[in-house]
C-alpha cells in the first residue's frame, strides 16, 4: 500500500542548512512533493519533482531524489528562522491523489 | 490571486450537532480534496471528487460523514452527528489533474466538538 515516512523533528542553526529525509513505498507515484505548513495556516506547495529526476532545484531549495531506494530529501540552504514550519513530504499519481508524511517539525534556533 | 475559500475558519460545537464545511475551489480546478488533520493521524484524505463526481471516499466515516460537490464553486462535508474525536483541522484542496498535479490547500476549518 502507499506510505510515507519522515522524521518527525529537526533543529537548526539560523545560517545553516537543513535536510530533511522522506520515504516513500509506492513505485508507481508520478510526482514527489513538499508542502510547508505554518502555525495556523494551510500547507504551502514549496515544490514537486517529476519521478524521472533526480534533482531539482530552486533558489534556496534543492530536491534529491533517489528512485531505486525511494528516498527524497529536501535541503534548505542558509536557513532562516522565517523557515521555521512543519514541512510534508507526499508523494502523487496521475489520480491526482496525494498521500502525505506526517511532516518534519523543522525549528530554527538565532 | 486565486486560492480556496474554506467556511467557517473555526467552529467549536456541542456533540451530537451537525456540521457542515464548505470548500470554494480555485476556478478552474477539476479536482477537489477533503484532508483531516490530527495530532495523532496526521493528514488523513477523507475523499477527493473529480468533475464533481466522487472518485474515493474509502477515508471517511460513512455512518456520519457526507461529502458532496453540489456544483463545480462548492464542495461540502458534512457531520452529522458531530462526536469529540471529530475534533480537528478539516482542509479543502484542489488541483487540476495533469503534468505536475499541483494541488492548493484552503486554511482550513478548525473544528472544535465538545
Known amino acids: 500500500g502507499e506510505d510515507v515516512e519522515q522524521s518527525l523533528f529537526l533543529s537548526v542553526r539560523e545560517g545553516d542548512s537543513s535536510v530533511i529525509n522522506c520515504t516513500y513505498t509506492?513505485?508507481?507515484?508520478?510526482?514527489l512533493y513538499w508542502y510547508k505548513q505554518e502555525p495556523g495556516a494551510g500547507l504551502q506547495l514549496l515544490t514537486y519533482?517529476?519521478?524521472?529526476?533526480d534533482m531539482k532545484q530552486d533558489q534556496r531549495l534543492t530536491v534529491l531524489l533517489n528512485k531505486k531506494d525511494k528516498h527524497l530529501s529536501l535541503r534548505i540552504a542558509d536557513t532562516q528562522t522565517g523557515d521555521s514550519a512543519i514541512y510534508f513530504c507526499?508523494?502523487?499519481?496521475?489520480?491526482?491523489?496525494?498521500?502525505f508524511g506526517q511532516g518534519t517539525t523543522l525549528q530554527v534556533k538565532p | 490571486d486565486a486560492r480556496v475559500t474554506q467556511t467557517p475558519r473555526h467552529k467549536v460545537t456541542e456533540m451530537g450537532q451537525e456540521v457542515t464545511m464548505r470548500c470554494q475551489p480555485i476556478?478552474?480546478?477539476?479536482?477537489v480534496f477533503w484532508y483531516r488533520q490530527t495530532m495523532m493521524q496526521g493528514l488523513e484524505l477523507l475523499a477527493y471528487?473529480?468533475?464533481?463526481?466522487?472518485?474515493?471516499d474509502s477515508g471517511m466515516p460513512k455512518d456520519r460523514f457526507s461529502a458532496e460537490m453540489p456544483d463545480a464553486t462548492l464542495a461540502t462535508l458534512k457531520i452529522q452527528p458531530s462526536e469529540p474525536r471529530d475534533s480537528a483541522v478539516y482542509f479543502c484542496?484542489?488541483?487540476?489533474?495533469?503534468?505536475?498535479?499541483?494541488?492548493?490547500f484552503g486554511e482550513g476549518s478548525w473544528l472544535t466538538v465538545v
Open positions: 507526499a508523494e502523487g499519481s496521475n489520480t491526482g491523489k496525494l498521500i
Open positions: 509506492d513505485s508507481s507515484s508520478t510526482y
Open positions: 476556478l478552474g480546478h477539476n479536482t
Open positions: 471528487f473529480r468533475n464533481r463526481a466522487p472518485l474515493d
Open positions: 484542496a484542489s488541483g487540476l489533474v495533469g503534468p505536475g498535479n499541483t494541488i492548493y
Open positions: 519533482i517529476f519521478s524521472n529526476m
